[in-house]
């Protein structure tokens, strides 16, 4: 039974719009989520990250958002760019230890 | 340059012939992970270390050994491979020392294909 799911194996998007990946989760012992991002014939890269005690990260184009009570995590690229095609990872901490689940992954292609 | 680095990249091999698959960080971090990457099931956790001597069961760790004798190596053997390890394996590192970020940085994976 999968922990973390990423519902959509891919998304198609044009550039310059807004790309949203989405997570969900069942384990309330996690308390610490990151995103990945994979291309191919290469190891994931991390993304960005945000602690269970918060609802929002920034950084740069990249905004994760945190709704606990509904166990969903989104990541908002803004605006998108051809070079953000890449399969997307979320992944999970559980319970400040170094035990990490991984959703199956988002393949998300930008249009030029 | 700040690596992870992994041998082989690619690896055949009969089953039950003993393989090793070694992974070196250069970033002095304290904890190292494997991983390994089949399809529709994403990145699954086999073993990871939090230290010289401490490692702990991931999610799939059945068929799997490590060690972590030194802290900058750690190593994955396969005592006894069966077809079903057949897969991407990963070796990731995080955290240095005095820090509180714990994103992996993942070495460039090795393919294992066991018939």
């Known amino acids: 039974d999968q922990q973390v799911k990423q519902n959509s194996p891919s998304l198609s998007v044009q550039e310059g719009r807004i790309s949203i990946l989405n997570c969900d989760y069942t384990?309330?012992?996690?308390?610490?989520f990151l995103w990945y991002k994979k291309y191919p014939a290469e190891g994931p890269t991390f993304l960005i990250s945000i602690s269970s005690i918060k609802d929002k990260n920034e950084d740069g184009r990249f905004t994760v958002f945190l709704n606990k009570s509904a166990k969903h995590l989104s990541l908002h690229i803004v605006p998108s760019q051809p070079g953000d095609s890449a399969v997307y990872f979320c992944?999970?901490?559980?319970?400040?230890?170094?035990?990490?689940?991984f959703g199956p992954g988002t393949r998300l292609s930008v249009l030029p | 340059e700040a690596q992870v680095t992994q041998n082989p990249r690619y690896l055949i091999t009969v089953t039950g012939k003993k393989l090793t698959v070694t992974c070196s960080q250069n970033?002095?971090?304290?904890?190292m992970s494997w991983y390994r990457q089949d399809p529709g099931l994403g990145l699954r956790q086999i073993y990871y270390s939090m230290n010289v001597e401490v490692t702990d069961k991931g999610d799939v760790p059945e068929g799997y050994k490590v060690s972590r004798k030194e802290k900058r190596n750690f190593p994955l053997i396969l005592e006894s491979p069966s077809p079903n390890q057949t897969s991407l394996y990963f070796c990731?590192?995080?955290?240095?020392?005095?820090?509180?970020?714990?994103?992996?940085?993942f070495g460039p994976g090795t393919r294992l294909t066991v018939t």
């Open positions: 992944a999970a901490r559980v319970n400040y230890g170094q035990n990490f689940v």
């Open positions: 970033m002095n971090h304290e904890y």
């Open positions: 384990n309330s012992m996690f308390d610490y």
């Open positions: 990731a590192s995080s955290l240095e020392p005095g820090r509180t970020t714990y994103e992996q940085y």
